[in-house]
């Protein structure tokens, strides 16, 4: 007689299912306030409808705040975010840029993704953006 698979692993394949991409973003999705914790700082990005971006970086360790401005543009074949004008805050090992103030040269390209129905801008598992709960679109 054949052994049956306990009844959590049902529970643990259909959880994997739902968790993926789900439906890819549309542009007009994409606005809105994402939030990223590096651990040594927060940074706060809102994407406008027409085309511009806020960035604010908050240093936990000094207080200090720095915002930035510029413009996005969305790929919607490669479901890609390109900002024009970003800070990048951290490396590739997610350690802090010292002049992170001063990396708003040219774009940064992002995967834009949903995880369990939620939008997150980055793919690194690290520190993606996560879509803020409840924020309007324009």
Not at 27 to 46: C, I, M, P, R, S
Request: charged share 20%.
């Amino acid at each position: 007689m054949a052994s049956r698979p306990p009844i959590w692993w049902l529970g643990l394949g259909l959880l994997v299912l739902l968790s993926g991409c789900g439906p890819a973003a549309s542009k007009a999705e994409l606005n809105g306030t994402y939030a990223a914790d590096y651990g040594f700082a927060t940074d706060t990005l809102v994407i406008k409808g027409d085309g511009r971006f806020t960035q604010t970086v908050r240093v936990r360790a000094t207080g200090r705040v720095v915002a930035a401005s510029g413009t996005w543009s969305f790929d919607p074949q490669d479901h890609r975010i390109g900002l024009d004008g970003m800070m990048v805050v951290a490396d590739y090992a997610n350690q802090p840029v010292p002049d992170f103030d001063k990396t708003g040269q040219g774009i940064t390209s992002m995967a834009v993704e949903r995880w369990f129905g939620r939008l997150q801008i980055g793919s690194d598992p690290g520190v993606p953006y996560y879509k803020q709960a409840g924020e309007p679109t324009e």
